[in-house]
């Protein structure tokens, strides 16, 4: 499973930017997928996920109400939409997902990560 993101850069405060997540593995089923961010000198932390089994979707209280994520099964591609950016929103962005194959839980695969700059 690979995972590749896009849509990072450098963004005013205020303003909205979606991120992208790619996802290709073939023979893999993909289940609960999300993205994380990591600002400097912090631990990675969960900003928005959906399960597996019913989907539901969860989102950090930092972003709850800005964030919105959703997934396009036939484009293969996760998606972050972001808006009303904030400076604190500022890190590295990750995409992660959860692959089976045959039904059995195979692996969790994370993207290399893109720069999410918010300046005030």
């Known amino acids: 499973v690979q995972l590749e993101e896009s849509g990072g850069g450098l963004v005013q405060a205020g303003l909205s930017r979606r991120l992208s997540c790619a996802i290709s593995g073939g023979s893999f089923s993909i289940n609960a997928m999300g993205w994380y961010r990591q600002a400097p000198g912090k631990q990675r932390e969960l900003v928005a996920n959906i399960t597996s089994g019913d989907g539901t979707i969860n989102y950090a209280d930092s972003v709850q109400g800005r964030f919105t994520i959703s997934r396009d099964d036939a484009k293969s591609t996760m998606y972050l939409q972001m808006s009303s950016l904030k400076p604190e929103d500022t890190g590295v962005y990750y995409c992660?997902?959860?692959?089976?194959?045959?039904?059995?839980?195979?692996?969790?695969?994370w993207g290399q990560g893109t720069q999410v700059t918010v300046s005030a």
């Open positions: 992660s997902v959860d692959a089976y194959y045959r039904g059995r839980f195979y692996g969790e695969y």
